[in-house]
C-alpha cells in the first residue's frame, strides 16, 4: 500500500516527500534502488536578484528582466527534477503504458508524486478507485496553495486562473513566494513563467525517461535530495524575520521528524498543519520582528 | 476508452481540481481572519517539512547522529550560508558544492 514503510533498500530521505511502494510483482524486475522513488518535487529559490531589484522600485514591470528572474530563480529546481520525470518515464513503460500514454500523463497530470503512485498501483494491476484516491490524497497540499494565493489570482481572468492553477506545484509555489518576500508584490507573468518552465522540464524528462528506458542511469545515488533540501533551507530562512515564522517552522520541523521517525503516515501534511496553527498561535501574542 | 487513457483522464482532473479549488470565481467565501493568518505561515511550514528529514533523518530511518553524514554535514553548511547571504542561487550553489565536497572527504565519491 502507498504511504506504507519502504522497502529497506530504499533511501529514508527518500521519504521525506512522497512515500511509495513499488514493491509488486510487474515493478519487482527492476534494480532496488529505483523503487526508492522517493519523489521529490524539487524546488527552486527564487529570488535571486539583488534587494533592489526593478520589481521592487516600480510597477511597470521590466518584462524582459522578469523573464530572466523566472528562468534563473526556477532552473536549479527544475534541474533537480530532471532524474524524478526519467525515472516517471521509464517506470510508466515498465508498467505497461505505451510511450503515449506515459507521455500524456507527464503532459495532463503534471504531478510528479502522483503519477509515480499511480504508475506503481497501474503496475501492481491495482483498481482504479486505488488510484484516484492516492492521486487525490497526494494531491491535497495544492489546495493549500491555491488557497494562499487565492487572493492575488482570484482577480485575474479566467485564462489566467486556469494556466496559473494548471502550472500550480511545490516548486512554483515555492519561487513565488520567495518572489513575493523580496518584492512585496505578485507577478503572474514571472509564476506563469516558472510554472511553464518547470513543465517544459518536467516532459522533456518524462520523454528521456521513457526513451531510455530501463537504461537507468545512477540517478539515485547522486544524492539529488539534498539540491532540494539547500534550495528549502535558502527560500526559508531568510523568512524568519519573526517570532511566529520561527515558531512555525520549528515546530513544522519537530513534527516532521517525529512523523518520520514514528513512521506516521501523511507526516508532510501533519507538520504543515502543526507549522501553521503554531505560528499562528505565536502570532497572537504579537507580531515581533526582530530584524 | 481504454481503461489507461481514462485513468491519466481521471488524474488530470483531480490534480487540476485541488490546484484549482480556491482560485475559482465560483467560490466566493472570505477567507476569515484566523485562517488568512494560518495560511501566512504555510509556506515556511510545508518547505521547513520537507527539508528537514532531508538533512536530519539517516537512511536508516534514525535522527542522524554522526559527523559522517554529509546530508547533515552540507545541511547545516547551508543554514550557516543562507544566515550570511540572501542570495538565493549563492546559497544553492555552495549548498550543492559542500554537500558534494563532503561526499568526496567521506570517501563516498
Known amino acids: 500500500m502507498l504511504w506504507g514503510p519502504l522497502p529497506g533498500a530504499i533511501s529514508n530521505r527518500a521519504r521525506s516527500y512522497y512515500k511509495l511502494n513499488l514493491s509488486n510483482d510487474k515493478l519487482s524486475g527492476l534494480k532496488a534502488k529505483e523503487f526508492a522513488i522517493a519523489k521529490v518535487d524539487i524546488v527552486s529559490d527564487p529570488s535571486t536578484s539583488n534587494e533592489t531589484g526593478v520589481f521592487e522600485t516600480s510597477h511597470s514591470f521590466d518584462n524582459h528582466r522578469l523573464v530572466i528572474q523566472a528562468a534563473m530563480d526556477i532552473l536549479p529546481l527544475a534541474l533537480a527534477v530532471v532524474p524524478w520525470g526519467v525515472l516517471c518515464g521509464s517506470l510508466a513503460v515498465e508498467a505497461g503504458l505505451t510511450p503515449l500514454q506515459a507521455q500524456f500523463m507527464s503532459l495532463l497530470v503534471f504531478a510528479g508524486a502522483a503519477q509515480l503512485a499511480g504508475i506503481s498501483i497501474i503496475g501492481a494491476a491495482g ?3 486505488s ?3 492516492s492521486t487525490g490524497v497526494i494531491s491535497a497540499r ?4 491555491s488557497a494562499v494565493l487565492r487572493d492575488d489570482i482570484r482577480p485575474l481572468s479566467l485564462a489566467w486562473r486556469v494556466a496559473l492553477a494548471f502550472f500550480l506545484t511545490d516548486e512554483m509555489f515555492a519561487v513565488t513566494m520567495a518572489f513575493k518576500a523580496r518584492y512585496k508584490v505578485f507577478s503572474p507573468l514571472y509564476s506563469l513563467l516558472t510554472g511553464f518552465l518547470f513543465y517544459l522540464v518536467w516532459n522533456l524528462a518524462t520523454f528521456a525517461g ?11 545515488q547522486l544524492g539529488l535530495e539534498f539540491a532540494i533540501a539547500a534550495t528549502f533551507i535558502a527560500i526559508v530562512v531568510p523568512q524568519i524575520r519573526s517570532f511566529p515564522v520561527l515558531g512555525a517552522v520549528i515546530a513544522s520541523a519537530v513534527t516532521a521528524l517525529a512523523c518520520q521517525y514514528f513512521n506516521i503516515n501523511n ?7 502543526v507549522g501553521m496553527v503554531s505560528g499562528f498561535l505565536v502570532s ?7 530584524t | 476508452m481504454d481503461i489507461i487513457w481514462l485513468t491519466i483522464v481521471l488524474m488530470a482532473g483531480i490534480t487540476f481540481y485541488c490546484r484549482y479549488l480556491f482560485l475559482a470565481n465560483a467560490l466566493t467565501f472570505k477567507l476569515g481572519g484566523p485562517i ?6 504555510a509556506a515556511p511550514s510545508v518547505l521547513t517539512a520537507m527539508w528537514v528529514p532531508i538533512v536530519f533523518m539517516s537512511d536508516e530511518g534514525q535522527l542522524t547522529s554522526g559527523l559522517d553524514d554529509p546530508f547533515l554535514l552540507a545541511g547545516i553548511g547551508t543554514i550557516a550560508l543562507s544566515l550570511v547571504t540572501r542570495k538565493t542561487i549563492v546559497v544553492v550553489g555552495l549548498g550543492i558544492g559542500l554537500f558534494v565536497a563532503a561526499k568526496m572527504v567521506l570517501g563516498e565519491i
Open chain 1, 284 to 290: 497572537l501574542k504579537g507580531e515581533d520582528t526582530w
Open chain 1, 142 to 145: 495544492h489546495l493549500l496553495y
Open chain 1, 131 to 133: 488510484i484516484l484516491m
Open chain 1, 210 to 220: 521513457i526513451m531510455a528506458g530501463k537504461l537507468l542511469p545512477d540517478l539515485q
Open chain 1, 267 to 273: 507526516g508532510l501534511v501533519i507538520a504543515t498543519a
Open chain 2, 36 to 41: 488568512k493568518r494560518m495560511l501566512q505561515f
Open chain 1, 127 to 129: 483498481s482504479l478507485s
